[in-house]
C-alpha cells in the first residue's frame, strides 16, 4: 500500500518562508505535487511536477513557491517563499501512477503576524 508522509508545516510570520517535504513509500509516480484546502473553500492544485521534471503552478504562488522532487528518493517538496495569509490551509501531498492516485494525510500552514 502506498504512503505518502509529510513534514514541515507550521506557523509563519506574513513574508516568511516554509518548505515542506513528502515521502512516498513506492515508486514510481507520474506526477506528485502539492494541494491545499482552506476552511470553508474546496480543495485546490498549488504546484505538481512530473518525473521529466514538468511543472504547473497556480496563479496565486507563482514566482513564490517552487516544487521540486527527487526521483531516487521518492521525494517531493515545496519551497514556499514570501508567505501571505490567505497561503494559509491543510497542504496535502499527491502523488499519481498508472492505476491511482494517492494523498498524504495533509499538513497545517498558518501564516499570521
Known amino acids: 500500500q502506498v504512503q505518502l508522509v509529510e513534514s514541515g508545516g507550521g506557523l509563519v510570520q506574513p513574508g516568511g518562508s516554509l518548505r515542506l517535504s513528502c515521502t512516498a513509500s513506492?515508486?514510481?509516480?507520474?506526477?506528485m505535487g502539492w494541494y491545499r484546502q482552506a476552511p470553508g473553500k474546496q480543495r485546490e492544485l498549488v504546484a505538481t511536477?512530473?518525473?521529466?521534471?514538468?511543472?504547473t503552478y497556480a496563479d496565486s504562488v507563482k514566482g513564490r513557491f517552487t516544487v521540486s522532487r527527487d526521483n531516487a528518493e521518492n521525494t517531493v517538496s515545496l519551497q514556499m517563499n514570501s508567505l501571505k495569509p490567505e497561503d494559509t490551509a491543510v497542504y496535502y501531498c499527491?502523488?499519481?501512477?498508472?492505476?491511482?492516485?494517492?494523498w498524504g494525510q495533509g499538513t497545517q500552514v498558518t501564516v499570521s503576524s
Open positions: 513506492r515508486n514510481i509516480f507520474r506526477t
Open positions: 511536477i512530473t518525473s521529466g521534471g514538468s511543472t
Open positions: 499527491y502523488a499519481n501512477r498508472v492505476g491511482g492516485a494517492y
